[in-house]
């Protein structure tokens, strides 16, 4: 099984400034016959389910906002949120999609500073 | 637009069965893998499995034991069943579309989950 490990736990960050979650896989989601690294995002806030953010490690899903972007590769990736605004607070996840079993990051609590 | 509804038992005892359906609207019902994830109160994402309009099946092996996910193209519904539950499966219980690339998926669409409690 592919482990996925997020840092931090929770990230306080002031309006306006720029917060990076990172995502570390266990092994490398880079599949070899197109160059793509299998790894998403998701933002889930209270109450609702998550939101498919980013794929392939930097695509963005259509309809999400550009100040959200993803990087990386190999094992080691990360979210950027570029100017953070206050419908930003949320958990985010990351999650494999290169093999089953599917698995989740343990999740980064975003919060206004 | 698709959408996910999804529906099921939100009270169990100790050692019963749990047993919740999903119903696709919208979109196409075939190309995609049917998930079920789930999340314990406050904590994170865990990826019960999925299944195809084929009828393939991938489980996730630390509950594969109690797991049944079944389908039923004729409707556009999938369903989960949990066998012998304890106080440890209550949880969100969320069903989503798996979009593949490689051997596994990204979930771009979800239901609105299912609060299932486990209490005698």
């Known amino acids: 099984d592919i482990v996925m490990t997020q840092s931090p736990d929770s990230l306080a960050v002031s309006l306006g400034e720029r917060a990076t979650i990172n995502c570390k896989s266990s092994?490398?989601?880079?599949?070899?016959?197109?160059?793509?690294?299998?790894l998403a995002w998701y933002q889930q806030k209270p109450g609702q389910p998550p939101k498919l953010l980013i794929y392939w490690a930097s695509t963005r899903e259509s309809g999400v906002p550009d100040r959200f972007s993803g990087s990386g590769s190999g094992t080691d990736f990360t979210l950027t949120i570029s100017s953070l605004q206050a419908e930003d607070v949320a958990v985010y996840y990351c999650?494999?999609?290169?093999?089953?079993?599917?698995?989740f990051g343990q999740g980064t609590k975003l919060e206004i500073k | 637009q698709v959408q996910l509804q999804q529906w099921g038992a939100g009270l169990l005892k100790p050692s019963e069965t749990l047993s919740l359906s999903c119903a696709v609207y919208g979109g196409s019902f075939s190309g995609y893998y049917w998930s079920w994830i789930r999340q314990p109160p406050g904590k994170g994402l865990e990826w019960i499995g999925e299944i195809n309009h084929s009828g393939n099946i991938n489980y996730n092996p630390s509950l594969k034991s109690r797991v049944t996910i079944s389908i039923n193209t004729s409707k556009n519904q999938f369903s989960l069943k949990l066998s012998s539950v304890t106080a440890a499966d209550t949880a969100i219980y969320y069903c989503a579309r798996g979009v593949r690339g490689a051997a596994a998926g990204r979930f771009d669409y979800w239901g609105q989950g299912t609060l299932v409690t486990v209490s005698s």
């Open positions: 999650q494999q999609h290169y093999s089953t079993p599917v698995n």
């Open positions: 092994q490398s989601v880079l599949y070899s016959s197109n160059n793509e690294n299998y």
